[in-house]
Nanobody, 121 residues
Framework: QVQLVESGGGLVQPGGSLRLSCAVS????????IGWFRQAPGKGREGVAI????????YYQDSVKGRCTISKDDAGNTVFLQMDSLKPEDTAVYYC??????????????WGQGTQVTVSS
């Protein structure tokens, strides 16, 4: 059973930064990638950033390129999403998930419970 637990969300002003964390169980490393996704009110879930569990290669959705950095600790037990220059449109519940790579939500089988990020003045 794969377990993922997100943390680090909160309220931040436009232009501010947040660092999200996703603690993953050992079994998560059997999958190709761990990704961050988000779901804004009234919208569908979308991919934000993905990291390969083996190579550490990172991929970003166009809307966050240059503002977000995904990384993992040496053991691969925690995946981070550093978000800078936050905008009100980044407001969403952020989830981490394990899957085959890519940003297709339906291909990700295991999900965390999510952490709320609110960008507002």
């Amino acid at each position: 059973q794969v377990q993922l637990v997100e943390s680090g969300g909160g309220l931040v002003q436009p232009g501010g930064s947040l660092r999200l964390s996703c603690a993953v169980s050992r079994s998560a490393l059997d999958y190709y990638a761990i990704g961050w996704f988000r779901q804004a009110p009234g919208k569908g879930r979308e991919g934000v950033a993905i990291i390969s569990t083996s190579s550490g290669g990172a991929y970003y959705q166009d809307s966050v390129k240059g503002r977000c950095t995904i990384s993992k600790d040496d053991a691969g037990n925690t995946v981070f999403l550093q978000m800078d220059s936050l905008k009100p449109e980044d407001t969403a519940v952020y989830y981490c998930a394990v899957g085959p790579g890519g940003f297709t939500v339906s291909e990700y089988r295991f999900w965390g419970q999510g952490t709320q990020v609110t960008v507002s003045s």
